[in-house]
């Protein structure tokens, strides 16, 4: 439990740079309700007020927290949300994050992975990732290919390049805990191809057995096969309608310390991967707005922004 504790604070001192004037809200849910006490008992040890509530678990990434959560959470300083599902892709998060709240959620976090990404030199971490957004900022069209399969074309013009650092010191600063990635939203409606995901896969909650295959036309996954992991994802997507299947983000992972282990939270960041999510795209520069958010890791890409390849077969070139 030390170590839980030690990783707490890590999470409360350095990550959200909480000050002794400032007021904390820890939201959990049962799954996660350890590691909500740990990061409140941290909360206290460097804030002036820190407050834990615990809501019914989300059944969906992205689904909304109830409404007098949502309204709290505008009010204070700064919000730690370890919960079984995201509250990343929310209104109540986004409206947060406006008001000026520093945020991070750690979505299906263990305690494993807690203690030993917390670790990690978060500002090595955050110069990665701002370079790999400054790179997909001045991009306009990302090819993906694996040897599994993938290969895929996607339209990132204008869109915003982002960098989830794990430091988050200023107003409306936001990141998953642990953090890590560059990442952006593809255009709406002009992506194509292959995606072969073989590492893990959000709401399949384990190592991937068999690969999952996504078809992609005009921007949403048009066919997705494999075995139980694909039947699992489509029993997700099917009850929310098709913008379920709108290819939302691109992520490549630049967390040192983080490993495949099944949990995408942590799989997403693992250097030399790349991640996919299909769902909600609002949070993150795009136009779609729906109650999930959906992300797939890649394993061992090639990545080529324009005519510059960033990845090769899992390794960053020229980094």
Not at 285 to 291: D, E, I, L, R, W
Request: charged share 25%; aromatic share 4%; glycine share 10%.
């Amino acid at each position: 439990m030390d170590r839980m504790r030690t990783a707490a604070l890590i999470a409360a001192r350095d990550c959200m740079a909480i000050k002794q004037d400032e007021n904390v809200l820890v939201i959990t849910d049962e799954p996660l309700r350890k590691i909500g006490y740990a990061l409140w008992e941290a909360s206290k040890q460097v804030a002036a007020e820190a407050i834990i509530t615990e809501i019914i678990p989300r059944r969906s990434n992205g689904e909304e927290p109830p409404l007098p959560v949502a309204e709290l959470m505008k009010i204070v300083d700064v919000i730690l949300i370890p919960t079984s599902m995201s509250l990343s892709h929310t209104d109540a998060r986004r409206e947060a994050s406006d008001k000026g709240v520093r945020i991070a959620t750690l979505p299906g976090i263990t305690e494993e992975t807690m203690i030993r990404t917390l670790s990690a030199d978060y500002y090595k971490i955050a110069e990665r990732s701002r370079k790999i957004a400054h790179i997909l900022h001045d991009g306009s069209i990302v090819r993906i290919t694996s040897n599994r399969g993938t290969d895929v074309a996607l339209s990132i013009d204008g869109r915003v390049g982002l960098a989830d650092t794990g430091l988050n010191h200023n107003p409306g600063d936001f990141s998953n805990l642990p953090a890590g990635e560059g990442y952006i939203s593809p255009v709406e409606g002009k992506s194509v191809g292959v995606i072969v995901f073989d590492g893990s896969m959000a709401g399949v909650g384990k190592l991937l057995d068999e690969i999952i295959k996504v078809e992609v036309i005009d921007g949403f996954a048009s066919r997705i096969d494999g075995a139980e992991g694909a039947k699992k994802l489509l029993s997700i997507m099917k009850p929310l309608g098709k913008l379920a299947f709108n290819l939302a983000e691109l992520g490549i992972g630049t967390n040192d310390k983080a490993r495949i282990t099944g949990n995408v939270l942590e799989d997403e960041k693992a250097i030399g991967t790349v991640h996919m999510a299909f769902g909600d795209n609002k949070s993150m520069g795009g136009f779609v707005q729906v109650a999930s958010h959906l992300d797939g890791v890649i394993m061992n890409p090639s990545v080529y922004v324009d005519d510059e390849l960033i990845l090769k077969g899992g390794r960053f070139v020229n980094f």
